[in-house]
């Protein structure tokens, strides 16, 4: 029994070592097969502590602490609206969550950039064209507006990671991608309750 447990870490650790090995080589040919153009920088490819822990090879045994200090740090560094005011204007919010462009070579980074919400949430149930990455926001608003709620919802927009540490949504906030207008805008887009996204299709 002792030698087949001996031999199941072996070979463990064997296909460990090769998918970090994998994960070392993928690294590098990112590294040379991109190249720097307009605003798209190569830093782009750099990761960061956070990147880096939920990049880790599938099977790799990470450290729960780590995992957790990484997450409260995240939560720690969140900026609040500094006005106390968390609700913008719906209107202004349904451009920014419709905007794909923003951040990439092609665009002009004089123009302000968009949230792209709708590539991975359905909003406004009258917009048929939606991703599916992400949950659901229609009717979002029934949430209320009590503090809490309107927190986590900042929270979530500013800084996904600050709840789920390896979540694929955007850091709006601790980015830079939205201005804290635009997320206030965006606010506004999913809790107020005349925004579409909380109108119900006939
Ligand atoms: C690249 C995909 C992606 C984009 C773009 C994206 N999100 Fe998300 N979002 C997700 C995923 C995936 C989740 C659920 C998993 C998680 O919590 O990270 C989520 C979760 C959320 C939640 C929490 C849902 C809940 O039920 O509490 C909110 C609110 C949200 N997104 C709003 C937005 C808004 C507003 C935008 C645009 C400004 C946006 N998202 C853009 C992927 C995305």
Redesign the pocket.
């Known amino acids: 029994m002792k030698a087949l447990t001996v031999g199941v870490t072996t070979i463990v650790m064997a296909s460990l070592a090769a998918r970090t090995m994998a994960a070392d080589e993928i690294g590098a040919v990112l590294q040379n097969s991109f190249v720097a153009k307009n605003q798209a920088t190569m830093d782009r490819l750099e990761r960061d502590a956070v990147q880096t822990a939920c990049s880790a090879p599938r099977g790799m045994p990470l450290d729960n602490d780590m995992l957790a200090t990484l997450r409260a740090e995240r939560l720690d560094a969140v900026v609040l609206p500094a006005d106390g005011q968390y609700l913008g204007d719906w209107q202004r919010?349904a451009e920014?969550?419709g905007n794909g462009r923003g951040l990439q070579s092609s665009d002009d980074p004089t123009q302000p950039n968009?949230?792209?919400?709708?590539?991975?949430?359905q909003?406004a149930p009258s917009e048929v064209a939606y991703?599916t990455?992400?949950?659901s926001?229609t009717g979002?608003g029934a949430?209320g507006q009590s503090e809490a709620m309107l927190q986590?919802?900042w929270t979530?927009?500013w800084d996904?990671h600050a709840?789920?540490l390896?979540?694929?949504?955007?850091r709006?906030g601790a980015q830079g991608i939205?201005t804290e207008q635009q997320?206030k805008d965006?606010?506004a887009?999913?809790l107020d309750p005349a925004s579409p996204v909380n109108q119900a299709t006939e």
């Open positions: 919010g920014v969550a968009g949230g792209n919400c709708y590539a991975c949430h909003l991703g990455l992400g949950p926001l979002y949430r986590y919802t979530k927009l996904t709840y789920n390896c979540s694929h949504m955007p709006f939205l997320l965006v606010m887009y999913l």
